[in-house]
């Protein structure tokens, strides 16, 4: 999410059990299986976004100077029509960008190219054809976000009852396709693939065979595969270093689990914080943070030292939207058009505001103390979220707006339903 769809409501069982009790590292096949390596360096360039959250994988881009107003006629450096429907956030990396995009009618899923400084179209690769899934009507059938590991871009589809993690060369030669795992679709697809040293991560969280998998970004071979409770959630995981070691944090199924994502091994879990889930969570300063929206409403800290313990927690309903840490406090944005301020250690709350007059499914980005944030029907909110809530704008443009917005290299990528945007000033030029 990302991901960013889905305000419904899920029809399963009262009683579930916890996600990581089928914790079995046993591959699909053994014939493709592959054992783990450190792999080369992920990029770091500055002033790129290569997966989903940023560079940082918390939705936080480094300082720099963009608008904070913009309109179809003010500050737009390019604007081009998207074919088909996504809501995958775009990545930027060196001089291009990808996202993904689908065509209900002819029932294609594709992977696009567009030039960084013109938006020009540099190819359209069909990474499938045919085999649609049911999805929910807030999802899309592009809705994970794409990663790039500095020479291959990864795209994940949900098609003809499976995930499917695909790799492609910056020309749009594909370089490898894999099955991940089966797929029973209720509500469709969203998380976003995962990139950790030479693996790419997908959830396959569904209500059929549920699993956690690895994949090797070079070749497509599966290293590990953790089962995972048969219910559907849509979280993405992340890797956080904290308490010493790299932590794989995925939630769903009223479960927090920590992985070790070398092996899938389970290093903690904890209740909580509900059955469904479909953001990605955040951790701060030995805290993690996790919150779902059905059936259970609630936000938690929990400690991520390995005892599981709970910090707090706040009865309130923030699903599809990821939180993001804002000067060392916790904003959170509840699925309808609210934004909250928190303090992460104690959960005490410092503000509460009403914001816009739909609800979100985007996730926020941050540069400094300033909130971008699209609501549902494309009007992007800019605000100041320090001690006290300060709005500083409404920017509307043509689409709805279910992506992220990416800001990198003092501009700002924004994905409506029909358009891609870049925003910025125009006395300013790249090198």
């Keep these: 999410m990302h991901y960013r769809f889905l305000s419904f409501l899920i029809l399963i069982c009262s009683c579930l059990p916890l996600a990581c009790d089928r914790n079995t590292s046993e591959p699909l096949s053994t014939a493709n299986r592959a054992p783990f390596r450190e792999g080369e360096p992920l990029p770091s360039n500055d002033g790129d976004w290569p997966w989903w959250r940023g ?21 737009i450096v390019w604007k081009v029509p998207l074919p088909g429907i996504g809501h995958g956030s775009p990545i930027v990396v060196d001089e291009r960008i990808f996202l993904p995009t689908a065509n209900d009618q002819d029932q ?12 020009k179209v540099l190819w359209n690769k069909e990474v499938h054809q045919g085999g649609f899934m049911h999805t929910h009507k807030k999802n899309s059938h592009a809705s994970a ?7 291959r ?27 991940a795992g ?15 040293k030479s693996l790419v991560i997908v959830n396959g969280d569904n209500q059929g065979e549920g699993f956690l998998a690895a994949l090797d970004r070079q070749t497509g071979k599966i290293v590990w595969r953790v089962d995972r409770t048969d219910n559907s959630s849509f979280a993405t995981p992340v890797v956080a270093h904290i308490d010493g070691v790299d932590q794989l944090l995925l939630s769903g199924h009223n479960t927090i689990c920590s992985y070790n994502p070398e092996n899938g091994e389970l290093r903690w879990q904890a209740e909580g914080p509900a059955a469904t889930t479909a953001n990605t969570m955040l951790w701060h300063r030995g805290l993690v943070f996790a919150s779902g929206g059905w059936p259970e409403q609630n936000l938690m800290a929990v400690h991520a030292d390995g005892s ?28 309808g058009n609210i934004v909250r301020l928190f303090d ?16 979100y499914s985007a996730s926020p980005t941050v540069v400094g103390d300033i909130v971008f944030l699209p609501d549902e029907t494309g009007v992007v909110h800019v605000f100041r979220a320090g001690e006290k809530f300060e709005n500083i704008s409404s920017n509307t ?3 709805d707006g279910m992506a992220s917005p990416i800001i990198c290299g003092d501009r700002i990528f924004l994905r409506t339903s029909s358009h891609l945007y870049c925003v910025g000033y125009l006395s300013y030029t790249t090198e």
């Design 344 to 359: 992460p250690k104690t959960g005490d709350e410092l503000w509460k505001e009403r914001l816009g007059r739909r609800g």
């Design 308 to 335: 599981g313990e709970i910090a707090w927690q706040k009865g309130i309903k923030a699903y599809v939207p990821s939180p993001a840490i804002v000067n060392n406090r916790l904003l959170i944005v509840q699925d």
């Design 182 to 196: 089966n797929f029973d679709s209720k509500h469709g697809y969203g998380s976003s693939p995962l990139l950790y």
């Design 153 to 179: 871009v990864f795209v994940v589809f949900l098609v003809q009852g499976g995930i499917f993690v695909s790799a492609y060369d910056r020309e749009g030669t594909r370089l490898w396709q894999t099955r």
């Design 397 to 399: 443009l043509e689409g």
């Design 145 to 151: 976000t794409p990663a790039w590991d500095g020479k």
């Design 55 to 75: 560079p940082t994988f918390d939705g936080i881009a480094e300082d720099q100077k963009v608008p904070h107003h913009w309109s179809e006629t003010e500050n």
């Design 108 to 119: 294609t899923m594709s992977l696009l190219c567009l030039d960084r400084k013109s938006g």
